[in-house]
């Protein structure tokens, strides 16, 4: 990859940005798996509950092509979407826990 469109993609914000997307990609996804095995697509919204984990899955590919790329701010930005998400579950599951919906 040349400099000037390196300079393009290599930011913070570009990171967190592919980090929001992937997660709205995997919502979708479920949402579709949900819907076509003849249920709710509101009904397979266990998986979202363990998104935090769960977003390793497609978080980690992503953050090794940034990383084979050199485009270091991405990755700090992918790091940074990741570790929001993490800590926004975590909270929304230990408030249901705790909450007794769960």
């Not at 092509?65 to 599951?93: D, E, P, Q, S, W």
Request: net charge positive; charged share 10%; with cysteine.
């Amino acid at each position: 990859m040349n400099e000037p469109q390196k300079g393009k993609l290599d930011s913070v914000g570009v990171g967190i940005a592919a980090t929001l997307f992937l997660h709205g990609l995997a919502a979708a996804l479920l949402a579709g798996i949900a819907s076509l095995r003849g249920g709710d697509p509101a009904a397979g919204l266990g998986p979202y509950l363990f998104i935090g984990g769960l977003q390793f899955l497609w978080m980690v590919p992503a953050c090794l092509v940034a990383a084979y790329f050199k485009l270091r701010r991405t990755l700090l930005g992918m790091g940074i979407g990741v570790a929001i998400t993490f800590l926004i579950n975590a909270a929304c599951f230990g408030v249901i826990a705790v909450s007794g919906f769960g």
